[in-house]
């Protein structure tokens, strides 16, 4: 039969699947030798069979007994006994901490008759314990019986006036008693419970039931914690620190949570239990003051601070009472922290001798370099909030609004700094993104083109801000108040927020960005960031390299650490002025014209490949031949429609519309791209590995590696393949020549495709719109936030990878290739390739390296090193 309940002394700091953080580490305190008031812990097992069955398992009630019994022999007094009472707290504790969001009931026990023995225990401490009691009526009354809190708050409120809680007298309180009652009565067409023994365990079926309620779904939805964990409840002997000036209750770090500095941190409030501190109706003091006001305590409290600290090898964030110059340890976590605290506590740990450094990697995360990356606007002051959007791009940008891309550029150009205001971006905005300094879109989601596009820039970018109403063609915004923006109006945009501000904010360079520009200021944080990285490069298998379509963004990907370049997209060569020579080459009537063309592209494409070979210096370089859904680079077919109906069109134009209307797709990104169009089009891709080869040739030590795109049959890449190798062959030139598996038929019949390929670079981008069966620009606005609301997606699978799916097919392609080609070459280019726990399921399904675009290159390699040194996802929450 299972157990369901545990002692504190049965359990320790590893068993948190069971008994959940809070009664691991009141376990852990316990077997430590610690001031921890007993108790014991009903599983979190007991809570999923609770939620799944809808009534408490088996035998839990008798057990539940069976502990109290022990405790109340412990403590020498029963559970609500009239004339000397034992009181206790039911509290919730999940695996991962959730502050605040389930439920904690004090004082359980208390009743009419058992309020006069607490008051007898306090030495005649009327007003303490009728304090007690009203605490524990408005706490169950909202917990419990889910009755609105602000009743009980504005009855207490009404009676207060301008007076603290601690200037009402025993008289007053007993009276607010009644008054929560009359309350309770009123709203539940019941009675207060009174009995103790129904307190308590209407107390646990609250905090079982908290699981499920709103908030904790939502942070558990922000935080990824598993839906399916369940809270344990801890029920401990309650110890008071509203029994007068000689008691209190505080809340300490070993260490600065903010910042990472060692010292004394923390808030103490005196005659106060725990809510009175979260819930800051008074203010606390500084913990340095406990020293003058109790400095036993205190001196104790530093003790038990650094025995902790070195126990758990971290910083610890605590809550203590102090009952009448006793000190109580209630709870102790490994604390949250702030991104640069992290990699700063990781690094001093490391030189105290608490931790290696191994180990110091696996407690920070590529989120957290993340964070430390991305500039902030600094928290001081003036700003004016007039919309939020989606937080697509972290980041801070400042600029002049600006609604399209070649006015961007222009304004760009001159020296001002701009952002670019769009209802949405296609490919053709890619200049003006490139010039602007963030991107503003109304509609669009987190992968969106305005997301992706500007992530891989380290662009800051909101999205989908829908309270927005963008003229494009007035040059003009509208939002909530009456708010009217136009052109060159300055505005400033919070990629970490989602949030947008009329005017400009102050913003703060990040000093770890210019680290990786090797512009590295002398600071702590840059030197332990330094640290970490240097190690999580020297223990990772996967290599590391780019998404880079341009030398710019080639020599910035060196700079951050990039080993090569895994994805090079030509198309994005195409868009701008040379669009036209695209339009040019489709639109062909005849070779002569096909041909003209090929000639008028050649040259731009080798320069282009020159360029990238030079900033790559001898680095590998990944090259995707055209790979664009064809509506891109023809004219408009519905403009074109129009021009022609309405008798503004030209010869040229009538010619154009029948050659659209030809070519026209119902759904492009399935049509005639990638291999496919490479097939159809004579000669561009030998165009392509021409261009490749004389650029090759140019450039010592140059290492290309071409990549069909889109393939589905074996067939496909062997006749590009065939073209390729003669070329490359007569040109003299070295190259890989393997396929990029975006097509889940791809996937299935890897073992023959492998055959004609020295390299497979999973594009997850493509591979998960087809395995799922949507596409990324139209469903994510449609549905996708109501299905993270059902618990369908844990996270949209266009952020991280589709583990079941997507990173099955991705398994069963490595796995059947490698047996075709032991060697073969396996990485993975999508978007994918910069998340963390992509990266992580990259290593563990043996790719070789992943690729990413330049700015989440040090989040890969970090989160590649801790790949390597866990071997899953080691989980920093």
């Not at 206790?88 to 004082?107: C, D, I, Q, W």
């Not at 994005?572 to 080459?585: A, N, S, T």
């Not at 799916?805 to 280019?829: F, M, N, Q, S, Y």
């Amino acid at each position: 039969m299972a157990k369901y309940v545990y002692d504190f002394t049965e359990g320790n700091k590893d068993l948190k699947d069971l008994l959940g953080g809070k009664g691991a580490n009141l376990a852990e305190m316990t077997n430590l030798g610690l001031p921890v008031p007993p108790g014991f812990t009903i599983t979190s097992q007991a809570c999923r069979h609770y939620l799944a069955e809808g009534a408490v398992p088996d035998g839990l009630e008798a057990e539940v007994a069976e502990h109290l019994g022990a405790l109340e022999s412990a403590m020498g007094r029963k559970l609500g006994q009239a004339d000397d009472p034992l009181l206790v707290s039911v509290r919730s504790g999940a695996k991962f901490s959730m502050p605040g969001m389930m439920e904690t009931v004090l004082n359980i026990g208390l009743n009419d008759e058992s309020v006069h023995g607490l008051a007898k225990q306090a030495g005649g401490n009327d007003r303490f314990a009728w304090d007690s009691y009203r605490r524990l009526i408005q706490m169950f009354g909202k917990t419990v019986q889910g009755i609105d809190g602000e009743l009980f708050e504005h009855a207490l409120e009404s009676l207060k006036g301008s007076r603290q809680d601690t200037d009402l007298s025993a008289e007053e309180l007993q009276g607010l008693v009644e008054t929560y009652k009359g309350i309770v009565r009123e709203q539940t067409g019941k009675d207060f419970p009174s009995d103790p023994r129904e307190q308590m365990r209407l107390a646990v079926m609250a905090v079982f039931d908290s699981w499920n309620a709103p908030r904790a779904i939502l942070y558990r939805r922000q935080e990824r914690i598993p839906a399916d964990l369940g809270t344990a409840v801890n029920i401990v002997a309650m110890v008071f620190g509203n029994l007068g000036e000689d008691s209190g209750t505080g809340v300490a770090f070993t260490r600065d949570p903010g910042s990472g500095q060692q010292g004394i941190y923390g808030d103490y409030l005196q005659n106060a239990q725990g809510e009175d501190v979260v819930a800051g109706i008074r203010n606390t003091i500084p913990l340095q003051e406990l020293e003058r006001i109790d400095g036993n305590s205190f001196d104790e409290l530093m003790q038990i601070m650094e025995k902790l600290e070195n126990h758990y090898r971290d910083l610890c964030d605590i809550e203590f009472t102090i009952e009448r110059g006793k000190l109580w340890m209630l709870q102790t976590r490994v604390g949250k922290r702030t991104a640069a605290a992290a990699f700063r506590i990781a690094t001093q740990l490391v030189d105290q001798g608490l931790i290696t450094l191994d180990e110091a990697v696996g407690r920070v995360s590529g989120d957290q370099l993340a964070q430390l990356m991305f500039p902030r606007f600094a928290a001081d002051g003036d700003r004016k909030l007039i919309t939020k959007g989606m937080n697509a791009s972290p980041g801070a940008a400042v600029g002049k609004a600006v609604f399209s891309s070649e006015r961007a550029v222009e304004l760009a150009a001159a020296g001002e700094d701009v952002i670019l205001v769009r209802r949405e971006t296609n490919p053709d905005d890619l200049s003006g993104m490139i010039a602007a300094r963030g991107v503003l879109t109304s509609r669009g989601g987190k992968t969106s083109h305005a997301a992706v596009v500007a992530r891989g820039m380290g662009k800051t970018c909101v999205c989908g801000a829908e309270e927005l109403e963008v003229f494009t063609g007035e040059r003009r915004f509208t939002a909530p108040g009456g708010v009217t923006v136009g052109e060159g109006d300055v505005i400033s945009i919070d990629g970490s927020t989602g949030e947008v501000f009329l005017g400009e904010v102050p913003v703060v360079d990040s000093a770890v960005v210019e680290y990786f520009e090797g512009n590295a200021p002398d600071d702590e944080l840059v030197r332990a960031v330094d640290r970490l990285m240097r190690h999580a490069d020297e223990v990772r298998r996967l290599g590391v390299r780019a998404n880079a379509d341009t030398p710019e963004d080639s020599a910035r990907a060196v700079r951050f650490g990039a080993e090569g370049i895994g994805l090079c997209r030509t198309e994005h060569m195409f868009l701008g002025d040379r669009r036209q020579l695209v339009e040019d080459l489709v639109l062909a009537g005849d070779a002569d014209e096909r041909q003209a063309a090929l000639d008028a592209l050649e040259p731009l494409q080798k320069a282009d490949f020159t360029g990238i070979f030079e900033a790559m210096d001898g680095r590998p370089v990944t090259i995707r031949l055209i790979d664009p859904p064809l509506h891109e680079f023809l004219p408009d077919l519905v403009n074109l429609s129009i021009k022609v109906a309405t008798g503004d069109a030209s010869d040229k134009d009538r010619t154009l519309l029948a050659a659209v209307k030809r070519l026209h797709e119902q759904n492009p990104m399935l049509g005639l791209r990638g291999v496919r169009l490479g097939l159809v089009i004579p000669g561009l891709f030998a165009m392509q590995v021409r261009a490749i080869a004389d650029a090759a040739r140019a450039v010592p030590g140059a290492k290309p590696e071409i990549m069909i795109p889109l393939v589905a049959a074996v067939q496909e890449l062997e006749a590009v393949r065939e073209e390729a190798v003669a070329i490359l062959k007569e040109a003299g030139v070295d190259a890989l020549i393997g396929t990029m598996i975006e097509t889940p038929r791809a996937a299935l019949t890897a073992g023959q495709v492998a055959e004609a390929a020295q390299f497979f670079s999973f594009g997850t981008n493509d591979l998960t719109q087809m395995t799922w069966g949507f596409s990324r620009d139209d469903v994510e606005a449609a549905f996708f936030s109501r299905y993270l609301e059902m618990g369908i997606f844990g996270v949209s699978p266009f952020e991280t990878l589709d583990r079941d799916g997507v990173g099955r097919l991705v398994k069963i392609a490595a796995e059947e290739g490698r047996k075709t080609k032991p060697d073969l070459k396996l990485g993975i280019c999508g978007e994918h390739g910069g998340d963390p726990d992509s990266v992580h399921f990259c290593h563990e399904a043996g790719l070789d390296y992943v690729s990413c675009s330049p700015f989440r290159i040090p989040v890969a390699r970090l989160e590649a090193g801790r790949a390597a040194l866990t071997g899953d996802s080691s989980d920093t929450r």
